[in-house]
């Protein structure tokens, strides 16, 4: 079946057989921030953001997203050029182990674009479907509100 979709602002058209993941197609173009977690939709480690909504790509079917605007970490900021966010999460210590760190950014990204002035809890209830296994949420959050407050 041919879906098209555009993934990080460039628009292509895909062969894919009818029982691919979103996030293995999001890999084969390349988008290794899209994590290979659970497979069951738990743990978040594979979201991006299909048309501004957080989406755990690991349980969405890629024919689902036929048409969709997908942005993954990779469109977000460049090495040389961090988006505030980023640099908030190098500033912070928020990067751990960096697996859950491109949803929590994304997830991060989705709050900041519908709330500009989230509280402490909009941004615990925004971060709360990307599980981190290292140490917790307590730098994330700081990241987050720190982000908010620069923009």
């Known amino acids: 079946m041919r879906i098209e979709l555009t993934i990080n602002h460039?628009?292509?058209?895909?062969?894919?057989?009818?029982?691919l993941l979103l996030m293995e197609l999001l890999r084969q173009q390349r988008?290794?921030?899209v994590?290979?977690?659970?497979?069951t939709g738990d743990c978040g480690a594979c979201a991006a953001l299909v048309n501004g909504k957080l989406v755990n790509t690991c349980i969405m079917l890629?024919?689902?997203?036929?048409?969709a605007d997908i942005i993954t970490l990779e469109a977000i900021g460049a090495p040389e050029r961090l988006d505030p966010l980023q640099a908030a999460f190098v500033d912070t210590g928020a990067i751990q182990c960096g697996y859950c760190t491109p949803a929590m950014?994304?997830?991060?990204?989705e709050l900041l674009d519908r709330n500009s002035h989230p509280t402490e809890a909009d941004v615990r209830d925004a971060l709360a479907g990307v599980l981190c296994r290292c140490t917790g949420y307590v730098k994330p959050v700081e990241a987050v509100?720190?982000?908010a407050q620069q923009r």
Request: glycine share 6%; aromatic share 6%.
């Open 31 to 33: 988008c290794y921030s």
């Open 35 to 39: 994590k290979h977690g659970c497979e």
């Open 10 to 19: 460039q628009t292509k058209s895909f062969e894919i057989r009818p029982n």
């Open 105 to 109: 950014i994304l997830a991060a990204k």
């Open 145 to 147: 509100l720190r982000a």
């Open 62 to 67: 890629a024919a689902q997203a036929d048409g």
